[in-house]
C-alpha cells in the first residue's frame, strides 16, 4: 500500500522555526511569558470595576456541562478559571470491579462524541495486559473504524465551533447542520455494523466483535467520497468567510512550548506547529501499514485548529479508503471465547499504558493489574489520559485579553469533550 | 373615505396593526421553513398544512406559560419593558405607505418618525437588561444600547439619500418621485444601491439580527436582554423583533424599491407586500448564511466604514440633484 507522502506542513513554507527540548517549533509562536492564570486580581487595576461571571455549568456553548469562571473588565477577560467535574461518574473507579471485557460498553460514554477510540484505547491496554495480539483483519478493521469515528467526530468539532461563532439561529446553525447530515451517514454505517449509532461496544479483548457485513465496504468508500467533497464546503465556509477570519484569525495563539507544558495534544499541538501525531510516531493496530500525511499549520490560532481539523478529515477519508480496498481475510478476534480471557501476562502489581490518537489527541490508559481468581483478570486501578482534561487547563493562559465573545471561540477551538474530561 | 381625519386614521391604524401583527406572527413561520430549506430540512410539518399552524401552537403555548419575575428583579421595569418594546415596534407602522392613501398618517416627516420611533426600541431593552438583574442581561443591554446608538447615525443618513433625491421627508412622496420604475435603488446608480445596502445593513444591526445580532448572542450571552423573560414576556420580545425587521423591509421597499409601484405592471398594495417580502427573506437568507461579528469589530465597522461612507453618499446624493 505504498501511498505518495505529501508534505506534512500546509501552511506558509515560509515559516522558521527553532527548536526547544529536540522538538521543532515555530519561532513566532514562541513568546516571552505567560499570563499567570493565578493571577491575583487585588494587582490589578483598582479603578477598574471587575465583574465575576460564571459561564456554565449551564451555558449553551460551553461543550457541556463546563463552568468557566471569569473576571470582566468592561467585556475584556481578566482571568478565566475553568471548573470541571459536574459530570463526574466514576467510570474509573467502577472499572475496578469489572472484568477487561465487561469494561468496554462503559468507556464508551467517556469521549461521547467517538466512542470507537475510547474502546480501542482500553482494548489495546487489556490486550498488552493480558499478551493478546488482534489478529490482522481486526487490526485493520480497527484502524477504518477509528478513521471514520475520527471523521466524525471532527465534524461535530467544527460544526459546533460555527455554533458558538454563529449562534443556534443563524449561520452558525447552518454549517452545524451540515456537519450533522454527513456524520448521520456516518452513525449510520456504524449501525449497520454494530447495530447501535451511538455506542457500539464493538470493540473487545483481542479483537472485534462485529464482522464487516456484505458490502460495507463499497458503501463506506461511497459516504468517504462523498464526506470528502463536502468537506470543501466547511473549508469555504472558514477560509472565505471574512467574519470568520474576524472572529477566529489571530485569536488564542498557543505558544507550542505552552501547550506541551499543558499536555495538550492532537489538532491543538498540531495547530501550533508541532509535528506530533502518535499514529505515525508510535504506529499501533494497523497504522504501520500505510503512510499518513500529517496536516500542521504553524498559525497557532483557533482558525489554524480548526483548518488542521479539516485537513485531517480528509486524511482520515483518504486512509480509511486505502484500508478498505485490502481488508485481510481471517478471523476478527484473537479469543475463541470473549467470555473469560485465559493467558494472563501481566503479573498483579503490574502496570501497562498504551495511549492513542483520539481526534482531541493522546487518549491514554494506565492500568494496574489485578488477577482475582473470583473476578477474573481485571484492572486493580483504571487511568484514563483524556485529551479533553489537558486542553482545557491551557484556557486560563488563552482567555486573558479577549473579549467574552472570544471566550467560546476559543472553548469551540479546544474542543474539550466534558465526558472524557470528567469521566 | 371617511370624512373625519381622526376617525380614518383611527380605523386605518387598527387595519394596518391587525394585519402587519397577523404577518409578523406568520413570518415567523416563514423564517423557519425558509431556513429548514437552506438548511436540507423540512421546518416545521406537524401543525396543519406545511406546518402552518405552527406559529399557533406556538403562541398558545408561551400564553400558558408561568411569568417568571426574578426574585432580586426591579419588578415594575421588567413588567414594563415587553411592553413598551412591543409599542416602540409598533410605532412606526403608522407611516409607511402600504398603496396610494393606504396609509395610516401621511405625516410630513414621515421617513424621520419611523426611524426615531423604532430607535425608541433602545429604552424598553436597556430596561430589560438592567431590571432583569442579570449579568448576562446587562451584558447584553450594554451592548444593545452602544450597537443601537452607533448604528442609527448610518441608518438615519443612508435613509437621507432618498429624502434628497426626493426632496420631501414624507414618505408617500419619496414612493411618488420613484414612480415609472425609477427605483432609488437602481437610479442613480452609485449613491441609490450604496444606500440601499447600507441601509438594509444597518437596518439588520437595528433589528439585531446576524450578523449584528451581538446583543441577542445567545451563544456568549445565552440570550441577553431576554435572559430572564419567560412566556409571553418573551413572546414578545420575540415579536417585536420580527416586526422591526419587517417594519425595516417595509422601509427599504418604500423608501428605495418604489413602494406600491410597479411601472408598467400596475400599482397597489400587493406590490408594496411583494418587495417587503422579498427583502424580508434575504434578511433571513443573510441571517442563516452568516456568523456573528463580536461587539468591538462591529463598532470599528460602524464608525471606520459606515459612518464616513454614510455621509459620502448623502454628499454625493446632493450633488446629483444640484447637477441634474
Redo the contacts between chains.
Sequence with gaps: MAVSAAPAVSSSLATRWTEVGGVRVPVELVTPGWPDPHMDLSTYDPEADL?A?NMGPQ???THGVLRVKVWLDG?TVVKAIPYVGYLHRGVEKLCEKLTYVQITPIVDKNDYVSPMMNELAVNMAFEAALGVEPPPRAQVLRTILAEIQRIASHLISVGTW?????????????VF??CM?ERELILDLFEELTGGRFHYNTHTVGGNRHDLPAGWDRKAIEVLDRIVARSEEYERFLVD?P??H??ARGIAVIDPLLAMECGASGPILRGSGVDFDLRRDAPYAAYDQVELRVPVRTEGDALARALVRIDELRESARVAKLLLQGVPEGPICALKPVKLPGAVKLQEGEQVYVGIESPRGELGTWLLANTDRKLGPHPYRLKIRPPSLHALSLLPYLCPGH??????VIIGSLDPILGEVDR | MIENPWLHGLVLGLVVVAVVMGVAAFSIWYERKFAGLLQNRPGPTEVGPWGLGQLIADAIKLLQKEQIVPAAADRPLFLLAPLLVLTAALVPLAVIPWGPGLVGADLHVGVLFALAASSLMLFPVWMAGWASNNKYALLGGMRSVAQGISYEIPLLLSATVPIVLAQSFRLGDIVAAQEGLRWFALWPPGPGTLAFGLFMATALAEANRIPFDIPEAESELVAGVTVEYTGMNFGMFYLAEYLHTFIASALGAALFLGGWDMGPLGAGLHWMVLKTLVLFAGIFWVRWSLLRLRSDQLMELCWRWLVPGSLLLVMAAALWVHLT
Excluded at chain 1, 162 to 174: E, K, P, S, V
Design positions: 465583574m461571571l451555558h449553551p456553548s467585556e460555527g455554533l458558538d461563532m454563529g449562534g443556534a439561529i443563524g449561520g452558525g446553525a447552518t447542520l451540515y447530515r468567510n467574519i470568520c474576524q472572529r473579549t467574552l465573545s472570544d471566550v467560546v
